[in-house]
Nanobody, 120 residues
Framework: QVQLVESGGGLVQPGGSLRLSCAAS????????MGWYRRAPGKERELVAT???????NYADFVKGRFAISRDNTKNSTYLQMNSLKPDDTAVYYC??????????????WGPGTQVTVSS
């Protein structure tokens, strides 16, 4: 129903910046929440940030003041601007979308993930 494509990951030095993008495609749904999660090596997947359809944002404590989530509803896209990156931010970052289908059922979809590596 919803296909998600992420881009923008890569290798960056500590203190550097990256901007992740996620575009949703498909039909028969209305997007509610969009967000980013991450999974570091040997750890569980964790919330990074979410943004509601109305623009309300929520951040994990460990990214507050460094990361900023945004969305463009006209493009069904969400973005994660990551600044002051640290080695601990190294992880696979996943885009998440919560949406409602034509039958009124709420469902979630995940992107395949994009690798972010912070290293000198």
């Amino acid at each position: 129903q919803v296909q998600l494509v992420e881009s923008g990951g890569g290798l960056v030095q500590p203190g550097g910046s990256l901007r992740l993008s996620c575009a949703a495609s498909g039909s028969g749904f209305s997007i509610d929440v969009m967000g980013w999660y991450r999974r570091a090596p040997g750890k569980e997947r964790e919330l990074v940030a979410t943004i509601s359809s109305g623009g309300r944002t929520n951040y994990a404590d460990f990214v507050k003041g460094r990361f900023a989530i945004s969305r463009d509803n006209t493009k069904n896209s969400t973005y994660l601007q990551m600044n002051s990156l640290k080695p601990d931010d190294t992880a696979v970052y996943y885009c998440y979308v919560g949406a409602i289908n034509l039958q009124g059922r709420y469902f979630g979809s995940w992107g395949p993930g994009t690798q972010v590596t912070v290293s000198s």
